[in-house]
C-alpha cells in the first residue's frame, strides 16, 4: 500500500484516500457502467418494438455507444494521467445519470443516439481508463496486480447482476423506467467514486506522445490485434440474448447468458490478479484471444442448446477477463505507469473501431440472413486478431518520446 510520502511527488496523488478504499469505489463504478453498458442486449427488442424499428438500426446504438466510450477514453486517459481523476468521475457521474435519463424519455431513436449513444459512452469512456491510471498511482508495483484484478472484477459483477435486474424491472416497469431507475444508481454510485479520485500535476513533458505509439511496430501490431477481435468481443454482448429467445431458449436463461459470462469473468479476474507478474502478461493476452474466438466457435455450432451456450458463455468470459486483466500490466512494462491511463485508453479505440463494425454489421446482416452468417463472420475476424498477437512484439522503447 503506498505509503503517505510516496503521494507528495510529481505526477502521484496531492489528497489520496486509502489505496483500497479507492478500489472499491472504482469496483462500484465499474459494476455500475459496465453492468448498464453490457446489459443493453435485454433492452434491444423491447426498444425497438417501442420505437417501431428492426434490430440493426438499434443494435447500432449500442456501437455508437461503444465507439463513444473508447473514443472518450482516450482523451479520458490522458487527462487523468496529467491532471488526476476526481474531476473526470465526477463529469462521468453527471453524463451517465443524464444520459439514462434522456434515453427514458425519448420517443425518436436519433434521440437515444445522442443519449445512450454520446452521454452513457461518454461517461464510461472518462471512468474506465482513469480508474486505471488511478489505481496505478495509488498502489505499489507488488500490490498493483490484485488492485487491478479487483477493480476489473466490478466489470465482470456488473455484467451478471445488471442484466438479470434489467430483465426484472424491465417485465416489471418497463424499458423506459428501468432506465429512469438506472440514471439514480448511476449517479451516486459513480458519484462515490468521483470523491475517492485523485488529483495530480504530472508534467506535459513527462507523458508519452501519441507520436511514439503510432512509431511503434508492436503497440501498432497490439492495436491491430484488437481492432480485429472487436466484432467477436461484442457480438455475444450485444446478440446471445435475441439468438437464445429465437432458438427457442427461455427468455430468463436467455438474459443470463451474458451474466454467466460476467460471473466467469469475476473469478477469472481475481484469479489473473492473485496470479501478479508470475506469468508473463503477453502469454496471457495470447490465451484470452484463444479463449474468445473459440467461444464464438461454440455459439456458431450450438444451433440454440442451452448447455452449448453455457460453455460459449463460459469460455467468453475466461478469455474477457484475462485479456483484460492482463493488458495493463503489458502497457505499464512498456511505457510505464505514469502513463498508464493516457496509453490504455489510446489502446481501447481500437476495440471500440472492432465494436462500431461489430454489433452495427452485424445487426444487419442477421436482419437479412439470420443469425449463422454474422456469428461466422465474427469468428473469422477474431482468429485474424489471433494471428496478429501471435506475431513477436520485441522493440525497445522509451517510456516518454
Given at each position: ?17 486509502d489505496?483500497w ?12 457502467t459496465?453492468?448498464?453498458l ?19 438500426p438499434?443494435?447500432a ?12 477514453g ?12 476526481r ?45 486505471i ?5 495509488s ?43 438506472l ?16 488529483r ?34 461484442y ?31 469475476v ?66 512494462s ?29 445487426g444487419?446482416i ?36
Amino acid at each position: 500500500m503506498a505509503a503517505a510520502s510516496d503521494l507528495s511527488e510529481p505526477g502521484q496523488p496531492e489528497d489520496a484516500s486509502d489505496p483500497w478504499s479507492i478500489a472499491a469505489a472504482a469496483f462500484a463504478a465499474n459494476f455500475v457502467t459496465f453492468g448498464i453498458l453490457f446489459s443493453f442486449g435485454v433492452f434491444l427488442t423491447p426498444i425497438a418494438d417501442d420505437l417501431n424499428t428492426s434490430t440493426g438500426p438499434v443494435a447500432a446504438l449500442f456501437s455508437t455507444a461503444v465507439c463513444t466510450y473508447y473514443a472518450g477514453g482516450a482523451i479520458g486517459g490522458r487527462i487523468g494521467d496529467r491532471f488526476g481523476a476526481r474531476l473526470l468521475i465526477a463529469v462521468a457521474a453527471l453524463a451517465m445519470s443524464a444520459g439514462l435519463a434522456l434515453t427514458a424519455i425519448s420517443d425518436a431513436l436519433w434521440q437515444t443516439y445522442a443519449a445512450f449513444g454520446v452521454l452513457v459512452g461518454l461517461a464510461t469512456g472518462f471512468c474506465y481508463p482513469s480508474m486505471i491510471g488511478l489505481i496505478g498511482r495509488s498502489f505499489s508495483e507488488r500490490r498493483r496486480p490484485a488492485a487491478m484484478g479487483f477493480l476489473l472484477a466490478g466489470v465482470g459483477a456488473g455484467t451478471l447482476v445488471m442484466p438479470l435486474a434489467s430483465h426484472a424491472l424491465i417485465s416489471a416497469l418497463g424499458w423506459r423506467q428501468t432506465y429512469a431507475v438506472l440514471a439514480a444508481v448511476a449517479f451516486v454510485a459513480i458519484g462515490w467514486a468521483a470523491t475517492r479520485g485523485d488529483r495530480v500535476r504530472t508534467p506535459s513533458g513527462g507523458l508519452i506522445r501519441v507520436t511514439t505509439l503510432v512509431r511503434s511496430r508492436r503497440f501498432l501490431l497490439f492495436f491491430a490485434a484488437v481492432v480485429a477481435i472487436g466484432p467477436g468481443f461484442y457480438a455475444p454482448v450485444a446478440f446471445y440474448n435475441d439468438y437464445a429467445v429465437e432458438r427457442g431458449v427461455a427468455p430468463a436463461l436467455a438474459a443470463a447468458l451474458i451474466g454467466i459470462s460476467g460471473a466467469t469473468s469475476v473469478v477469472a479476474r481475481l484469479v489473473c490478479g492473485a496470479l501478479g507478474d508470475r506469468v508473463d502478461p503477453m502469454r496471457l493476452c495470447r490465451a484470452a484471444f484463444v479463449c474468445m474466438t473459440a467461444a464464438l466457435a461454440i455459439w456458431w455450432v450450438s444451433d440454440g442448446n442451452p448447455a452449448v451456450l453455457i460453455v460459449s458463455a463460459v469460455a467468453h468470459g475466461i478469455g474477457w477477463a484475462v485479456w483484460v486483466t492482463a493488458t495493463p500490466s503489458v502497457l505499464a512494462s512498456w511505457y510505464g505507469v505514469e502513463n498508464l491511463g493516457g496509453v490504455i485508453g489510446i489502446y481501447y479505440t481500437g476495440l471500440g473501431v472492432g465494436a462500431l463494425a461489430g454489433p452495427a454489421v452485424c445487426g444487419f446482416i442477421i436482419d437479412a440472413s439470420g443469425f449463422g452468417p454474422a456469428i461466422g463472420l465474427v469468428t473469422l475476424t477474431s482468429l485474424i486478431a489471433l494471428g496478429l498477437l501471435a506475431l513477436p512484439m520485441r522493440e525497445a522503447e522509451p517510456h516518454s518520446g
